[in-house]
């Protein structure tokens, strides 16, 4: 199986960055990509980006294309999500997640780690 832990969020003003950590243990042979997302009160769960394992391929939500940065240290099975120009409506429980054998599906999760950007 594979386990996920999160790090690095807290509280930051308007324009200010950040950095998500998703470190994955286990059997990290399995991941095929992490996507990060991300869930703001009273509002659904929305997808924020991924990156795919093998190519290094990312995508993002166009809320976040050009602020966010998805990249993976792949000495550490990490990876990071740095937030620049953060603006209050960013505000959210961050989540990151795993798919597992080259599937679409998000199998596994991390804990979730609160961002607050005050205005």
């Known amino acids: 199986q594979v386990q996920l832990v999160e790090s690095g969020g807290g509280l930051v003003q308007a324009g200010g960055s950040l950095t998500l950590s998703c470190a994955a243990s286990g059997r990290t042979d399995r991941v095929s990509r992490t996507g990060w997302f991300r869930q703001a009160p009273g509002k659904e769960r929305e997808s924020v980006g991924r990156?795919?394992?093998?190519?290094?391929?990312?995508s993002y939500a166009d809320s976040v294309k050009g602020r966010f940065t998805i990249s993976r240290d792949n000495g550490k099975n990490t990876v990071n999500l740095q937030m620049n120009s953060l603006k209050p409506e960013d505000t959210a429980v961050y989540y990151c997640?795993?798919?597992?054998?080259?599937?679409?599906?998000?199998?596994?999760w991390g804990q979730g780690t609160q961002v607050t950007v005050s205005s």
């Open positions: 997640a795993v798919s597992l054998n080259g599937g679409l599906s998000y199998n596994v």
């Open positions: 990156i795919t394992w093998s190519s290094g391929y990312t």
